[in-house]
């Protein structure tokens, strides 16, 4: 999942930021967990851009959440069936034989 720093910070801030060591010394301010969060993603960026699947969480008019937990799981289990489909699209092109991978032989 992916998305702005200030959307993730008050992710983590509803979910309980003291529970995460990250976010320990930010003391719940939203402000301080979104600058690590920020840091954090310059710092990961190389990492990111080789992920297989990448959900960019939607943002909605008021900064908030874009979206219900039902559409975000729709989203996330439609971009998986597109990868699992391109997968398995290349591994047949891959596999398939080329003309002169196959030799008859005693005819």
């Not at 840091?39 to 990492?47: C, G, I, N, T, Y």
């Not at 559409?71 to 391109?86: A, D, F, P, T, Y």
């Amino acid at each position: 999942m992916s998305g702005t720093p200030a959307l993730l910070a008050s992710r983590v801030t509803r979910d309980g930021a003291e529970a995460r060591p990250l976010f320990a010394d930010a003391n719940g301010d939203e402000a301080k967990i979104a600058a690590i969060i920020q840091d954090l993603q310059a710092e990961r960026a190389e990492m990111y851009a080789n992920a297989d699947v990448t959900i960019k969480l939607l943002v909605g008019d008021d900064g908030g959440e874009g979206e219900d937990l039902d559409g975000l799981n729709r989203r996330v289990l439609s971009c998986l069936l597109r990868r699992i489909e391109e997968d398995d699209t290349k591994s047949r092109l891959r596999n398939e034989p080329k003309p002169g991978d196959i030799e008859v032989t005693g005819m």
